[in-house]
C-alpha cells in the first residue's frame, strides 16, 4: 500500500512563498503521475498542478507563474513551490500520486493533507 505524507503547511504573509512535499512509501515500481489539489471552506476541491512521467506539467490559472511542481525521483518526493502567495490560495492542499506498485498493481494514493493560510 503506497501512502503519501505531507509537510511545510503553514501561516504566511501576502506575498510570502511556502514550499509544501510529499513523500511516498511503500512499494512503488513507476510513478506515472504527481498532482496537488487544495479544497478552501465551502467550495470543491480544485486541481491546482500536475506532473507527468514525461515531464509535463500542468497548472490552474490561477496559481501558473508562481507555483511549481517538481519532483525528486531518488526520494519518492514531490514538492509544491508556492511564491507571491495571495490571501485567495488559503485551503488545505492535498498530494495525490499514482502509478504501479512493486506488485504490479494500480495505485492513486492521497495526503492527508496540509493547511496553507495566507494573511493580507
Known amino acids: 500500500q503506497v501512502q503519501l505524507v505531507e509537510s511545510g503547511g503553514g501561516l504566511v504573509q501576502a506575498g510570502g512563498s511556502l514550499r509544501l512535499s510529499c513523500a511516498a512509501s511503500?512499494?512503488?515500481?513507476?510513478?506515472?503521475?504527481m498532482a496537488w489539489y487544495r479544497q478552501a471552506p465551502e467550495k470543491e476541491r480544485e486541481l491546482v498542478a500536475t506532473l507527468f512521467e514525461s515531464g509535463n506539467t500542468n497548472y490552474a490559472g490561477s496559481v501558473k507563474g508562481r507555483f511549481t511542481i517538481s519532483r525528486d525521483n531518488a526520494k519518492s518526493t514531490m514538492y509544491l513551490q508556492m511564491n507571491s502567495l495571495k490571501p485567495e490560495d488559503t485551503a488545505v492542499y492535498y498530494c495525490n500520486m499514482g502509478g504501479i506498485t512493486t506488485a504490479f498493481t494500480a495505485f492513486d494514493s492521497w495526503g492527508q493533507g496540509t493547511q496553507v493560510t495566507v494573511s493580507s
Open positions: 511503500g512499494g512503488i515500481f513507476k510513478i506515472n503521475y
